[in-house]
């Protein structure tokens, strides 16, 4: 059986794009590459070297940075570093910019990511991911502005995803459809397993933190109510499936529908997750996947971050559902303020 791997679809992709140079194919080989080696080093978790557990330091969010998380981070920004197609990598672990230097012969190319998505479900053999979102370099000249690296939702060039689960899955998107291919650990080589991924435009299913109940806004928490109450007409109430690792619970998303949210509340006036290395690259796939992604006010994709670590609330998937809740969350409430 003839399979297209991962590097074949890119290169096929390209040649789609007539002023293509081969360095964003240059680009995704690498990120390919990293992705094998962490995925390598999730599997092996538990036996022989002791990757698992904290590294006993803080990260920039001022969380507990596991040893799985700086292995990841230092993997990408290495091989990406030194590709010679990036000029800059953020990263959600790291508190300022890599910025490549010109004798380095830094590329076009601004590479963004979250390297290990899920750390609570690390220690636990629970699916974990990583992200990614490329942009390119707009400003002239070597140095790297900040119009650069806060660039608005729908300039990326490519985001994608890798899931280390079951099986290893690498995700992206150019622009030009979602493919999705698996990674074949007897070849050590990722197959075309699911070509232009579509979301439905429903489904069943509400993915959140229901364990914030409490701290969570009126109108969020009438959506979930609603979403809860029995109604035939409109396939209510709908099922829970909350995994904690948003690459997984976004993937499954993806392919059967449903809604995943991360809303602000009481205490995070701007929820949990992260422009950048989070809401974005999914909001750019959930989008090409004929899905949408809001914050409740203003598609993700239309937003220009003012800082790199920025959050934002993230409701994202099947665009009937993502209607629905933005009708419920049109009326903000002050969410605890007058209190
Ligand atoms: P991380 O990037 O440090 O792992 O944090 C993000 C994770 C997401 O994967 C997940 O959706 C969310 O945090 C879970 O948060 P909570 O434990 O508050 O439900
Ligand atoms: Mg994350």
Redesign the pocket.
Known sequence: MQRTTLVQHVRQQEKMNPGATGEFTSLMNEIMVASKIVSLEVNKAGIGEDILGLTGKINV?G?EVQKLDEFADMTFTKIIGQSETVCAITS?ELEYPVIIPPDRNPGKYIFMM?P?????NIDVNVGIGTIFSVYKKKTPGDKVEDEDLLQKGDQQVAAGYVIYGSSTMFVYTSGRGVHGFTLDPSLGEFFLSHPDIKIPSQGSTYSI?E??TEIWCEEQKNLINYLKDKDEATNRPYRLR?I????S?FHRTLLKGGIFM?PRDKNNPNG??RFAF?AAPLAFIVNDAGGRATTGEQNILDMVPTEIHQRVPLYIGSTEIIDMAEKHLATPSDCGKSA
């Open positions: 969010q969380e959600e979250d290990l998505d899920g750390s609570s933190n364990g914030n909350y904690g690792t948003l690459v619970d991360y949990k997750l989070e």
